[in-house]
T-cell receptor
Framework: NAGVTQTPKFQVLKTGQSMTLQCAQDMNHEYMSWYRQDPGMGLRLIHYSVGAGITDQGEVPNGYNVSRSTTEDFPLRLLSAAPSQTSVYFC???????????FGPGTRLTVT | GENVEQHPSTLSVQEGDSAVIKCTYSDSASNYFPWYKQELGKRPQLIIDIRSNVGEKKDQRIAVTLNKTAKHFSLHITETQPEDSAVYFCAASGGNAGNMLTFGGGTRLMVKP
């Protein structure tokens, strides 16, 4: 099993550009989520999904969109990048709530 | 929603000493409390977790205790080794925030040889 994979690993955007961060898991997990991690800080939940076709907002959803058309994939879209979105983004999946979350390797995003 | 506070933010110990990291949570309905270790430039990885029906859990040199009445839980690492140096995050879930994890701010543990 590859576990949770994320692409790209690094990305530089200019202010106002849009892009999609990809996340996929091959463990047949129902729960998937996106976090951002800023320097010296913990992980903050952006959006999450409890199954295909179901998404909801987390703590810091503004400026991001998600969709979950399949169990395996959970892309995160930045609509109009801003310097405040410079961060490391982690995707995670779990069998369900109350079970171990498996994290992807992260995407380091810089917005200039 | 849930709020998780973690202390201390940095902790320096001598190799072989014990380290204790404490977290408090606000939502009394939370019932799952994992601890993650994150090495520099790596992804967070689960090291131990505890559920609300258990007061203590051990795994070799690592233990977690939970006090539901006081709404706090702690990570204990005994006989620390240099490879224990990392950032540790506590988290809580199962309350009213969609059952998703809310993380503490992290503790940077440095084990000096």
């Amino acid at each position: 099993n590859a576990g949770v994979t994320q692409t790209p690993k690094f990305q530089v955007l200019k202010t106002g550009q849009s892009m999609t961060l990809q996340c996929a898991q091959d463990m047949n997990h129902e729960y998937m989520s996106w976090y951002r991690q800023d320097p010296g800080m913990g992980l903050r939940l952006i959006h999450y999904s409890v199954g295909a076709g179901i998404t909801d907002q987390g703590e810091v959803p503004n400026g991001y969109n998600v969709s979950r058309s399949t169990t395996e994939d959970f892309p995160l879209r930045l609509l109009s990048a801003a310097p405040s979105q410079t961060s490391v983004y982690f995707c995670a999946s779990s069998y369900r709530d109350g079970y171990e979350q498996y994290f992807g390797p992260g995407t380091r995003l810089t917005v200039t | 929603g849930e709020n998780v506070e973690q202390h201390p933010s940095t902790l320096s110990v001598q190799e072989g000493d014990s380290a204790v990291i404490k977290c408090t949570y606000s939502d009394s309905a939370s019932n799952y409390f994992p601890w993650y270790k994150q090495e520099l430039g790596k992804r967070p990885q689960l090291i131990i977790d505890i559920r609300s029906n258990v007061g203590e859990k051990k795994d070799q040199r690592i233990a977690v205790t939970l006090n539901k009445t006081a709404k706090h839980f702690s990570l204990h690492i005994t006989e620390t080794q240099p490879e224990d140096s990392a950032v540790y995050f506590c988290a809580a879930s199962g309350g009213n925030a969609g059952n998703m994890l809310t993380f503490g701010g992290g503790t940077r543990l440095m084990v000096k040889p």
